[in-house]
């Protein structure tokens, strides 16, 4: 919930122009959705004739076919998370953020599109060594990374297996 766009939508925090109703994926339903509704053309109809029932998958499989909604709406989500990239990076200079999520599925056009808003807002000294790249772990990633994370924790000695064990 960091303020990206003091004239941005207003989220679900109560703020304006948080990344989160920038650039989610719930974002960007609702605004193709909206936009549908308004009348803009779109082959998205063609997928789900009922507005309110358009997901991200109707609006990934119109991209991929060329259609200008979803390839606006993305390419303005996408802008505005690499802003949001760029404060991560400015802020805690890594060497390299990995991007995860169905949007993956358009690695060339999204890591295309936020390479150049990332660039655009970063600094650059934090650019020359600095990578940006898709996920290749899929749908999977939240759950192995949740994974990891126990597994960490687990040799560290700061978790039991017990813990686990238990809860069965």
């Known amino acids: 919930h960091t303020v990206i766009s003091d ?30 509704k308004q009348g803009y053309p779109s082959t998205i109809t063609l997928l789900e004739d009922d507005p309110d029932n358009i997901n991200i998958d109707h609006i990934y499989r ?7 909604l979803a390839l606006n709406t993305l390419n303005h989500a996408v802008h505005y998370l690499g802003i949001g990239i760029s404060i991560l990076v400015n802020l805690f200079n890594p060497e390299k953020v990995i991007v995860t999520g169905a949007g993956v599925h358009f690695e060339d ?6 390479q150049t808003s ?7 000294t934090n650019v020359k060594h600095f990578e ?16 990891t994370l126990w597994i960490n924790e687990l040799f560290k000695g700061e978790s039991s297996l017990s813990i686990l064990l238990n809860q069965s």
């Open 7 to 36: 004239n941005g939508p207003q989220c679900s925090c109560g703020k304006y122009g948080c990344l989160e109703a920038l650039s989610s994926e719930n974002s960007i339903v609702e605004n193709v959705q909206r936009k549908v």
């Open 62 to 68: 119109a991209a991929t076919d060329g259609d200008e």
């Open 109 to 114: 056009y999204v890591v295309r599109t936020l």
């Open 118 to 124: 990332f660039s655009r807002h970063a600094l650059k």
């Open 132 to 147: 940006l790249a898709a996920s290749l772990l899929g749908d999977k990633a939240d759950v192995l990374g949740a994974g």
